[in-house]
Protein backbone atom coordinates (compact mmCIF):
# COMPACT_ATOMS: atom_id res chain seq x y z
CA UNK A 1 0.00 0.00 0.00
CA UNK A 2 1.03 3.21 -1.06
CA UNK A 3 1.86 6.01 1.73
CA UNK A 4 -0.69 7.89 0.41
CA UNK A 5 -3.47 5.21 0.03
CA UNK A 6 -2.76 4.65 3.95
CA UNK A 7 -2.80 7.80 4.91
CA UNK A 8 -6.46 8.36 2.55
CA UNK A 9 -7.77 5.08 4.57
CA UNK A 10 -6.79 6.54 7.64
CA UNK A 11 -8.47 9.75 7.09
CA UNK A 12 -11.43 7.78 5.90
CA UNK A 13 -11.77 5.99 8.89
CA UNK A 14 -11.66 8.86 11.04
CA UNK A 15 -14.32 10.88 9.23
CA UNK A 16 -16.79 7.88 9.33
CA UNK A 17 -16.19 7.72 13.30
CA UNK A 18 -16.95 11.54 13.18
CA UNK A 19 -20.10 10.90 11.95
CA UNK A 20 -22.12 9.63 14.84
CA UNK A 21 -21.15 12.88 17.25
CA UNK A 22 -23.91 14.28 15.24
CA UNK A 23 -26.92 12.04 16.09
CA UNK A 24 -28.08 11.74 19.80
CA UNK A 25 -26.52 11.93 22.70
CA UNK A 26 -23.97 13.76 21.23
CA UNK A 27 -26.45 16.08 18.12
CA UNK A 28 -23.21 17.95 16.64
CA UNK A 29 -25.08 17.89 13.73
CA UNK A 30 -22.42 20.46 11.50
CA UNK A 31 -20.00 16.42 12.11
CA UNK A 32 -22.53 14.60 9.22
CA UNK A 33 -21.68 17.45 6.62
CA UNK A 34 -18.03 17.02 7.53
CA UNK A 35 -17.64 13.97 7.51
CA UNK A 36 -19.95 13.10 4.34
CA UNK A 37 -18.28 15.95 2.52
CA UNK A 38 -14.70 13.88 3.31
CA UNK A 39 -15.99 11.07 1.90
CA UNK A 40 -17.44 13.09 -1.02
CA UNK A 41 -14.31 14.55 -1.92
CA UNK A 42 -12.40 11.17 -2.47
CA UNK A 43 -14.76 9.58 -4.77
CA UNK A 44 -14.05 11.27 -8.05
CA UNK A 45 -11.70 9.71 -10.59
CA UNK A 46 -11.93 6.11 -8.74
CA UNK A 47 -12.11 2.83 -10.17
CA UNK A 48 -15.88 1.09 -8.73
CA UNK A 49 -13.36 -1.29 -6.82
CA UNK A 50 -11.46 1.93 -4.68
CA UNK A 51 -15.34 4.31 -4.47
CA UNK A 52 -15.98 0.89 -2.69
CA UNK A 53 -13.06 -0.14 -0.65
CA UNK A 54 -12.88 4.38 -0.07
CA UNK A 55 -16.66 3.79 1.24
CA UNK A 56 -16.35 0.68 3.52
CA UNK A 57 -13.68 2.24 5.56
CA UNK A 58 -15.78 5.36 5.84
CA UNK A 59 -18.65 2.92 6.72
CA UNK A 60 -16.38 0.93 9.38
CA UNK A 61 -15.55 4.21 11.41
CA UNK A 62 -19.39 5.15 11.38
CA UNK A 63 -20.10 1.96 12.35
CA UNK A 64 -17.65 0.69 14.88
CA UNK A 65 -18.40 4.19 16.67
CA UNK A 66 -21.70 4.73 16.00
CA UNK A 67 -23.14 1.25 17.02
CA UNK A 68 -20.12 -0.18 19.58
CA UNK A 69 -23.20 -0.71 21.93
CA UNK A 70 -23.01 -4.25 20.36
CA UNK A 71 -20.25 -5.58 21.87
CA UNK A 72 -21.84 -4.16 25.61
CA UNK A 73 -25.34 -6.80 24.28
CA UNK A 74 -23.27 -9.21 23.62
CA UNK A 75 -20.30 -9.03 26.25
CA UNK A 76 -23.05 -7.82 29.53
CA UNK A 77 -25.79 -9.66 28.61
CA UNK A 78 -25.38 -12.35 26.05
CA UNK A 79 -22.99 -14.33 28.03
CA UNK A 80 -20.08 -14.73 25.73
CA UNK A 81 -16.43 -13.97 26.27
CA UNK A 82 -14.91 -10.85 25.73
CA UNK A 83 -13.23 -12.33 22.42
CA UNK A 84 -16.32 -13.60 21.28
CA UNK A 85 -18.16 -10.15 21.81
CA UNK A 86 -15.51 -8.02 20.22
CA UNK A 87 -15.32 -10.40 17.14
CA UNK A 88 -18.77 -10.25 16.89
CA UNK A 89 -19.05 -6.65 16.60
CA UNK A 90 -16.45 -6.30 14.23
CA UNK A 91 -17.83 -8.30 11.90
CA UNK A 92 -21.16 -6.68 12.28
CA UNK A 93 -19.70 -3.15 11.69
CA UNK A 94 -17.71 -5.20 8.95
CA UNK A 95 -21.25 -6.06 7.05
CA UNK A 96 -23.25 -2.96 8.34
CA UNK A 97 -19.99 -1.27 6.07
CA UNK A 98 -19.91 -3.12 2.97
CA UNK A 99 -23.95 -3.14 2.49
CA UNK A 100 -22.77 0.64 3.43
CA UNK A 101 -20.37 0.92 0.55
CA UNK A 102 -21.87 -1.47 -2.36
CA UNK A 103 -24.29 1.62 -3.72
CA UNK A 104 -20.99 3.98 -4.26
CA UNK A 105 -19.11 1.65 -6.75
CA UNK A 106 -21.60 3.60 -8.94
CA UNK A 107 -19.57 6.59 -8.79
CA UNK A 108 -18.01 5.54 -11.95
CA UNK A 109 -21.19 6.70 -13.89
CA UNK A 110 -21.19 9.94 -12.86
CA UNK A 111 -19.71 12.17 -15.52
CA UNK A 112 -16.97 14.81 -14.73
CA UNK A 113 -19.25 17.50 -14.66
CA UNK A 114 -19.69 19.15 -10.91
CA UNK A 115 -23.50 19.76 -11.03
CA UNK A 116 -23.92 15.95 -11.73
CA UNK A 117 -22.01 15.15 -9.03
CA UNK A 118 -24.10 17.75 -6.61
CA UNK A 119 -27.13 15.37 -7.66
CA UNK A 120 -25.63 12.21 -8.00
CA UNK A 121 -23.89 11.71 -4.30
CA UNK A 122 -26.66 12.41 -2.29
CA UNK A 123 -28.91 9.90 -4.46
CA UNK A 124 -25.86 7.31 -3.71
CA UNK A 125 -26.18 8.10 -0.23
CA UNK A 126 -30.06 7.82 -0.28
CA UNK A 127 -29.70 4.36 -2.05
CA UNK A 128 -27.31 3.08 0.49
CA UNK A 129 -29.31 4.24 3.83
CA UNK A 130 -32.32 2.93 2.28
CA UNK A 131 -30.69 -0.76 1.32
CA UNK A 132 -29.76 -1.09 4.71
CA UNK A 133 -33.32 -0.83 5.53
CA UNK A 134 -34.11 -4.05 4.16
CA UNK A 135 -30.96 -5.89 2.86
CA UNK A 136 -30.52 -9.23 5.59
CA UNK A 137 -34.08 -7.71 7.22
CA UNK A 138 -32.34 -4.46 7.56
CA UNK A 139 -30.30 -1.82 9.86
CA UNK A 140 -32.12 1.14 9.60
CA UNK A 141 -29.39 2.77 12.12
CA UNK A 142 -27.31 5.83 11.79
CA UNK A 143 -29.06 7.48 9.00
CA UNK A 144 -27.73 11.26 8.39
CA UNK A 145 -31.31 12.61 8.33
CA UNK A 146 -31.27 11.80 12.05
CA UNK A 147 -28.73 14.92 12.68
CA UNK A 148 -31.60 17.32 12.02
CA UNK A 149 -34.23 16.04 13.98
CA UNK A 150 -33.65 20.12 15.76
CA UNK A 151 -32.84 22.00 13.71
CA UNK A 152 -34.98 23.94 10.36
CA UNK A 153 -34.23 21.04 8.18
CA UNK A 154 -36.70 18.76 10.13
CA UNK A 155 -39.61 20.98 8.40
CA UNK A 156 -39.00 18.82 5.68
CA UNK A 157 -39.89 15.73 7.31
CA UNK A 158 -43.81 15.33 7.02
CA UNK A 159 -43.21 15.60 3.16
CA UNK A 160 -40.17 13.28 2.47
CA UNK A 161 -39.21 11.49 5.78
CA UNK A 162 -36.10 11.68 7.19
CA UNK A 163 -34.06 10.21 3.77
CA UNK A 164 -34.91 13.45 2.31
CA UNK A 165 -33.35 15.07 4.95
CA UNK A 166 -30.38 12.94 4.19
CA UNK A 167 -30.44 13.58 0.49
CA UNK A 168 -30.37 17.46 1.54
CA UNK A 169 -27.48 17.17 3.87
CA UNK A 170 -25.45 15.13 0.71
CA UNK A 171 -26.14 18.46 -1.02
CA UNK A 172 -24.66 20.47 1.40
CA UNK A 173 -21.59 17.73 2.02
CA UNK A 174 -21.07 17.87 -1.97
CA UNK A 175 -21.12 21.82 -1.84
CA UNK A 176 -18.70 21.11 1.22
CA UNK A 177 -16.56 18.86 -1.13
CA UNK A 178 -16.57 20.80 -3.85
CA UNK A 179 -14.62 23.73 -2.47
CA UNK A 180 -11.87 21.15 -2.63
CA UNK A 181 -12.42 20.07 -6.02
CA UNK A 182 -12.73 23.39 -8.07
CA UNK A 183 -11.65 27.11 -7.63
CA UNK A 184 -15.32 28.24 -9.49
CA UNK A 185 -16.68 31.22 -7.54
CA UNK A 186 -20.00 31.19 -9.01
CA UNK A 187 -20.62 27.45 -8.83
CA UNK A 188 -19.81 27.79 -5.35
CA UNK A 189 -22.62 30.92 -4.71
CA UNK A 190 -25.03 29.25 -6.30
CA UNK A 191 -24.57 25.45 -4.28
CA UNK A 192 -24.54 28.00 -1.15
CA UNK A 193 -27.76 29.90 -2.20
CA UNK A 194 -29.16 26.51 -2.67
CA UNK A 195 -28.53 25.15 0.71
CA UNK A 196 -29.58 28.66 2.58
CA UNK A 197 -32.85 27.98 0.31
CA UNK A 198 -33.48 24.63 1.88
CA UNK A 199 -33.10 25.54 5.44
CA UNK A 200 -35.34 28.55 5.23
CA UNK A 201 -37.82 27.01 3.17
CA UNK A 202 -37.84 23.91 6.28
CA UNK A 203 -38.27 26.73 8.84
CA UNK A 204 -41.51 28.03 6.71
CA UNK A 205 -42.72 24.37 6.72
CA UNK A 206 -42.51 23.73 10.23
CA UNK A 207 -44.84 26.33 10.89
CA UNK A 208 -48.18 24.05 8.75
CA UNK A 209 -50.21 22.15 10.67
CA UNK A 210 -50.42 18.76 8.84
CA UNK A 211 -52.52 17.22 11.31
CA UNK A 212 -55.23 18.53 13.35
CA UNK A 213 -55.54 17.78 17.23
CA UNK A 214 -59.02 16.71 18.48
CA UNK A 215 -60.75 18.76 21.33
CA UNK A 216 -59.69 16.35 24.24
CA UNK A 217 -56.51 15.45 25.84
CA UNK A 218 -56.07 11.77 27.45
CA UNK A 219 -54.33 10.94 30.10
CA UNK A 220 -51.86 7.92 30.59
CA UNK A 221 -49.75 6.21 32.65
CA UNK A 222 -46.36 5.24 31.15
CA UNK A 223 -44.95 2.65 33.78
CA UNK A 224 -41.29 1.85 33.75
CA UNK A 225 -40.54 -0.73 35.71
CA UNK A 226 -36.61 -1.11 35.83
CA UNK A 227 -36.05 -5.10 35.79
CA UNK A 228 -32.50 -5.86 35.33
CA UNK A 229 -31.74 -7.95 32.23
CA UNK A 230 -30.29 -10.68 34.35
CA UNK A 231 -33.57 -11.37 36.46
CA UNK A 232 -36.26 -10.82 33.15
CA UNK A 233 -36.77 -14.14 32.24
CA UNK A 234 -35.69 -15.71 35.51
CA UNK A 235 -38.50 -18.49 36.83
CA UNK A 236 -37.46 -17.09 40.44
CA UNK A 237 -38.21 -13.63 39.45
CA UNK A 238 -41.39 -13.32 37.71
CA UNK A 239 -43.88 -13.65 40.85
CA UNK A 240 -41.82 -10.38 41.90
CA UNK A 241 -41.42 -8.92 38.65
CA UNK A 242 -45.29 -9.27 38.44
CA UNK A 243 -46.10 -7.87 42.00
CA UNK A 244 -43.84 -4.85 41.49
CA UNK A 245 -45.87 -3.93 38.03
CA UNK A 246 -48.79 -4.49 40.07
CA UNK A 247 -47.85 -1.92 42.99
CA UNK A 248 -46.51 0.54 40.76
CA UNK A 249 -49.79 0.43 38.58
CA UNK A 250 -52.45 0.81 41.53
CA UNK A 251 -52.17 4.39 42.28
CA UNK A 252 -52.89 5.03 38.42
CA UNK A 253 -56.04 2.88 37.40
CA UNK A 254 -58.67 5.66 36.59
CA UNK A 255 -55.70 6.56 33.75
CA UNK A 256 -57.44 6.48 30.38
CA UNK A 257 -54.75 4.66 29.10
CA UNK A 258 -51.70 2.45 30.80
CA UNK A 259 -49.05 1.27 29.61
CA UNK A 260 -47.01 -1.70 30.42
CA UNK A 261 -43.43 -1.96 27.99
CA UNK A 262 -42.06 -4.10 25.86
CA UNK A 263 -42.25 -7.58 27.88
CA UNK A 264 -43.55 -6.07 30.83
CA UNK A 265 -44.89 -9.76 31.59
CA UNK A 266 -42.42 -12.42 31.73
CA UNK A 267 -44.36 -15.09 30.88
CA UNK A 268 -46.34 -16.82 27.63
CA UNK A 269 -50.12 -15.89 27.52
CA UNK A 270 -51.64 -19.47 27.67
CA UNK A 271 -49.48 -19.33 31.17
CA UNK A 272 -50.88 -16.14 32.30
CA UNK A 273 -54.37 -16.26 31.04
CA UNK A 274 -56.22 -16.51 34.30
CA UNK A 275 -54.29 -12.95 35.75
CA UNK A 276 -54.87 -11.50 32.61
CA UNK A 277 -58.38 -11.79 32.66
CA UNK A 278 -58.08 -10.58 36.60
CA UNK A 279 -56.61 -7.63 35.27
CA UNK A 280 -58.88 -7.29 32.36
CA UNK A 281 -61.71 -6.22 34.80
CA UNK A 282 -60.23 -4.57 37.04
CA UNK A 283 -59.64 -2.22 34.21
CA UNK A 284 -62.88 -2.30 32.84
CA UNK A 285 -63.73 -1.15 36.62
CA UNK A 286 -61.80 2.00 36.39
CA UNK A 287 -62.65 2.73 32.68
CA UNK A 288 -59.02 2.46 31.41
CA UNK A 289 -57.42 0.90 29.02
CA UNK A 290 -54.11 -0.93 29.84
CA UNK A 291 -51.77 -2.05 26.72
CA UNK A 292 -48.89 -4.69 28.05
CA UNK A 293 -46.53 -6.19 26.63
CA UNK A 294 -45.69 -9.93 26.94
CA UNK A 295 -44.95 -13.01 24.58
CA UNK A 296 -48.28 -14.14 23.21
CA UNK A 297 -49.28 -17.46 21.75
CA UNK A 298 -52.54 -19.37 21.28
CA UNK A 299 -51.34 -23.05 22.09
CA UNK A 300 -48.79 -24.18 24.20
CA UNK A 301 -46.20 -25.27 21.68
CA UNK A 302 -46.47 -21.91 19.86
CA UNK A 303 -46.27 -20.20 17.42
CA UNK A 304 -45.02 -17.06 19.79
CA UNK A 305 -45.26 -13.65 18.98
CA UNK A 306 -43.85 -10.49 21.06
CA UNK A 307 -46.83 -8.74 21.34
CA UNK A 308 -48.68 -5.94 22.95
CA UNK A 309 -52.50 -6.90 24.38
CA UNK A 310 -55.10 -3.97 24.92
CA UNK A 311 -57.02 -4.47 27.85
CA UNK A 312 -59.68 -3.15 29.78
CA UNK A 313 -61.55 -0.62 27.48
CA UNK A 314 -59.15 -1.29 25.14
CA UNK A 315 -59.36 -3.73 22.64
CA UNK A 316 -56.61 -5.44 19.76
CA UNK A 317 -53.36 -6.92 19.75
CA UNK A 318 -50.28 -6.10 17.67
CA UNK A 319 -47.62 -8.48 16.95
CA UNK A 320 -43.96 -7.88 16.19
CA UNK A 321 -43.04 -7.75 12.39
CA UNK A 322 -39.27 -6.82 12.37
CA UNK A 323 -37.59 -9.45 14.69
CA UNK A 324 -34.02 -8.81 15.82
CA UNK A 325 -32.19 -11.34 14.56
CA UNK A 326 -30.50 -13.74 17.61
CA UNK A 327 -32.40 -11.72 19.91
CA UNK A 328 -36.00 -12.40 18.86
CA UNK A 329 -35.10 -15.29 15.92
CA UNK A 330 -31.89 -17.09 14.94
CA UNK A 331 -30.79 -16.41 11.57
CA UNK A 332 -29.58 -20.09 10.13
CA UNK A 333 -30.81 -21.53 13.18
CA UNK A 334 -30.62 -25.22 12.83
CA UNK A 335 -26.84 -24.60 12.52
CA UNK A 336 -26.07 -23.13 14.88
CA UNK A 337 -27.99 -23.19 17.64
CA UNK A 338 -26.21 -25.10 20.46
CA UNK A 339 -23.10 -23.56 19.37
CA UNK A 340 -23.00 -20.71 22.25
CA UNK A 341 -24.94 -19.57 25.20
CA UNK A 342 -25.70 -16.45 22.80
CA UNK A 343 -27.53 -18.02 20.25
CA UNK A 344 -29.73 -19.85 22.52
CA UNK A 345 -30.89 -16.50 24.30
CA UNK A 346 -34.12 -16.65 26.30
CA UNK A 347 -37.40 -15.45 23.82
CA UNK A 348 -34.99 -16.13 21.08
CA UNK A 349 -37.63 -18.23 19.20
CA UNK A 350 -40.52 -15.64 18.26
CA UNK A 351 -42.49 -15.62 14.36
CA UNK A 352 -43.32 -12.52 12.23
CA UNK A 353 -46.63 -11.17 13.30
CA UNK A 354 -48.83 -10.32 9.81
CA UNK A 355 -47.38 -6.84 7.67
CA UNK A 356 -51.92 -6.45 7.96
CA UNK A 357 -52.74 -5.71 11.28
CA UNK A 358 -55.92 -3.86 13.21
CA UNK A 359 -53.88 -0.50 15.30
CA UNK A 360 -54.94 -1.05 18.91
CA UNK A 361 -57.78 0.70 20.18
CA UNK A 362 -57.82 2.72 23.36
CA UNK A 363 -60.07 5.56 25.13
CA UNK A 364 -61.66 5.31 21.40
CA UNK A 365 -58.93 6.13 19.32
CA UNK A 366 -56.76 4.51 17.25
CA UNK A 367 -53.34 3.90 18.38
CA UNK A 368 -50.25 2.50 16.02
CA UNK A 369 -48.00 0.52 17.49
CA UNK A 370 -44.21 -0.44 16.88
CA UNK A 371 -42.21 -2.41 18.78
CA UNK A 372 -38.31 -1.92 20.12
CA UNK A 373 -36.34 -1.41 16.97
CA UNK A 374 -39.48 -1.27 14.50
CA UNK A 375 -39.76 2.67 15.80
CA UNK A 376 -36.47 2.73 13.57
CA UNK A 377 -38.01 1.92 10.16
CA UNK A 378 -39.93 4.91 8.45
CA UNK A 379 -41.96 3.23 6.03
CA UNK A 380 -43.16 0.40 8.66
CA UNK A 381 -44.40 3.25 10.85
CA UNK A 382 -45.66 5.71 7.94
CA UNK A 383 -47.76 2.83 7.02
CA UNK A 384 -48.94 1.94 10.67
CA UNK A 385 -49.69 5.39 11.55
CA UNK A 386 -52.03 5.86 8.37
CA UNK A 387 -55.93 6.83 10.10
CA UNK A 388 -54.57 6.65 13.93
CA UNK A 389 -54.26 9.42 16.53
CA UNK A 390 -51.15 8.42 18.61
CA UNK A 391 -48.10 6.62 18.10
CA UNK A 392 -47.12 4.04 20.75
CA UNK A 393 -43.71 2.13 21.01
CA UNK A 394 -42.34 0.27 23.44
CA UNK A 395 -39.03 -1.11 24.19
CA UNK A 396 -36.72 -2.99 26.51
CA UNK A 397 -33.36 -1.25 26.36
CA UNK A 398 -32.09 -2.83 28.78
CA UNK A 399 -29.70 -5.05 26.27
CA UNK A 400 -27.71 -1.98 25.60
CA UNK A 401 -26.50 -0.96 29.29
CA UNK A 402 -25.43 2.30 29.75
CA UNK A 403 -24.76 3.23 26.45
CA UNK A 404 -25.60 5.52 23.67
CA UNK A 405 -28.13 3.30 21.82
CA UNK A 406 -31.21 4.45 24.29
CA UNK A 407 -30.61 7.99 22.88
CA UNK A 408 -30.23 6.93 19.11
CA UNK A 409 -33.21 4.90 20.01
CA UNK A 410 -35.55 8.09 21.50
CA UNK A 411 -34.34 10.00 18.09
CA UNK A 412 -35.61 7.86 16.07
CA UNK A 413 -39.03 7.97 17.87
CA UNK A 414 -38.80 11.94 17.72
CA UNK A 415 -38.62 11.66 13.89
CA UNK A 416 -41.40 9.72 13.74
CA UNK A 417 -43.19 12.09 15.57
CA UNK A 418 -42.51 14.82 12.62
CA UNK A 419 -42.67 12.33 10.01
CA UNK A 420 -46.53 11.58 10.58
CA UNK A 421 -47.45 14.80 12.95
CA UNK A 422 -48.68 12.54 15.23
CA UNK A 423 -47.94 12.44 18.94
CA UNK A 424 -45.66 9.39 20.80
CA UNK A 425 -45.52 7.71 23.67
CA UNK A 426 -42.36 5.62 24.62
CA UNK A 427 -42.63 3.19 27.20
CA UNK A 428 -39.65 1.43 27.98
CA UNK A 429 -38.26 -0.86 31.02
CA UNK A 430 -34.96 1.25 31.79
CA UNK A 431 -35.43 4.54 30.09
CA UNK A 432 -35.52 6.11 27.72
CA UNK A 433 -39.72 6.86 29.15
CA UNK A 434 -41.30 9.72 27.50
CA UNK A 435 -43.94 11.37 25.89
CA UNK A 436 -43.41 13.42 22.79
CA UNK A 437 -45.82 15.88 20.86
CA UNK A 438 -46.57 15.74 17.39
CA UNK A 439 -44.10 18.55 16.28
CA UNK A 440 -40.77 15.45 18.11
CA UNK A 441 -40.57 17.93 21.31
CA UNK A 442 -40.20 15.44 24.69
CA UNK A 443 -42.61 17.57 26.97
CA UNK A 444 -41.84 15.03 29.54
CA UNK A 445 -39.43 12.05 30.71
CA UNK A 446 -37.89 9.78 33.30
CA UNK A 447 -34.93 9.40 34.45
CA UNK A 448 -33.15 6.34 33.18
CA UNK A 449 -32.01 3.05 35.42
CA UNK A 450 -35.41 4.24 37.95
CA UNK A 451 -38.21 2.26 38.34
CA UNK A 452 -41.03 4.99 38.28
CA UNK A 453 -44.44 6.39 36.32
CA UNK A 454 -44.85 9.10 34.00
CA UNK A 455 -47.82 10.22 34.08
CA UNK A 456 -49.49 12.96 31.96
CA UNK A 457 -51.74 14.00 28.99
CA UNK A 458 -51.41 13.43 25.15
CA UNK A 459 -53.15 15.47 22.97
CA UNK A 460 -54.58 12.96 19.64
CA UNK A 461 -54.02 14.08 16.05
CA UNK A 462 -56.30 12.95 13.42
CA UNK A 463 -55.27 13.46 9.68
CA UNK A 464 -52.29 12.33 7.37
CA UNK A 465 -48.93 14.36 6.73
CA UNK A 466 -47.77 13.68 2.81
CA UNK A 467 -44.97 11.03 4.67
CA UNK A 468 -48.11 8.86 6.38
CA UNK A 469 -49.40 8.43 2.50
CA UNK A 470 -46.12 7.76 0.31
CA UNK A 471 -43.60 7.19 2.76
CA UNK A 472 -39.97 6.81 1.47
CA UNK A 473 -40.71 6.22 -2.01
CA UNK A 474 -40.52 9.71 -3.75
CA UNK A 475 -37.24 9.97 -2.45
CA UNK A 476 -35.79 6.49 -3.10
CA UNK A 477 -37.58 6.60 -6.63
CA UNK A 478 -36.02 9.88 -7.15
CA UNK A 479 -32.51 8.54 -6.39
CA UNK A 480 -33.02 5.39 -8.24
CA UNK A 481 -33.82 7.30 -11.40
CA UNK A 482 -30.93 9.86 -10.92
CA UNK A 483 -28.66 6.36 -11.16
CA UNK A 484 -30.43 4.55 -14.16
CA UNK A 485 -30.27 7.97 -15.92
CA UNK A 486 -26.30 8.43 -15.83
CA UNK A 487 -26.12 4.17 -16.32
CA UNK A 488 -27.86 5.14 -19.67
CA UNK A 489 -25.65 7.86 -20.16
CA UNK A 490 -23.13 6.22 -19.51
CA UNK A 491 -24.12 2.82 -22.33
CA UNK A 492 -24.96 5.59 -25.39
CA UNK A 493 -21.43 7.16 -25.24
CA UNK A 494 -20.00 3.64 -25.46
CA UNK A 495 -21.45 3.50 -29.03
Known amino acids: MRPNSLLIYTGLLLAGALFPL ?29 SFKRAAIFGFGMFGAGVSWVFVSMYSFGDVSFLFALIGTLLFCALNASVFALPFMLCTL ?15 WVISEWCRSWVLTGFPWLYAGYS ?36 DHRAQLLGSILILAIFSSGLALQKINWTQPLEKAVSVALIQPNVDQSDKWSLSMRSQIIHN ?43 TA ?95 TRNTHIILTVSNDAWFGDSIAPHQHMQMARMRAIENAKPVMRATNNGITALVDHQGKIYQQLNQYTDSVLAGDVIPHSGDTPFSKFASWPIVIFSLLVILLLAVNRLLRKF
Not at 110 to 124: D, G, S, T
Not at 345 to 374: D, K, R, V, W
Request: negative net charge.
Open 22 to 50: SLAPFSYWLAAIISMAALFASLPDQTAKE
Open 110 to 124: IPERKALWLIALPAL
Open 148 to 183: HTDTWLSGWAPIGGVLLLSYFIGLVAVVLAQFRWQK
Open 245 to 287: LLAQTQPYWGAQIIIWPEGAIPVIYTQIADFLDTIHQQALEHQ
Open 290 to 384: LIAGLPSNTKPEGPYYNSMLALGVGDGKYNKTRLVPFGEYVPLETLIRGLNNFFDLPMSSFSLGSQHQTPLMAAGLNISTAICYEIAYPDLVAKN
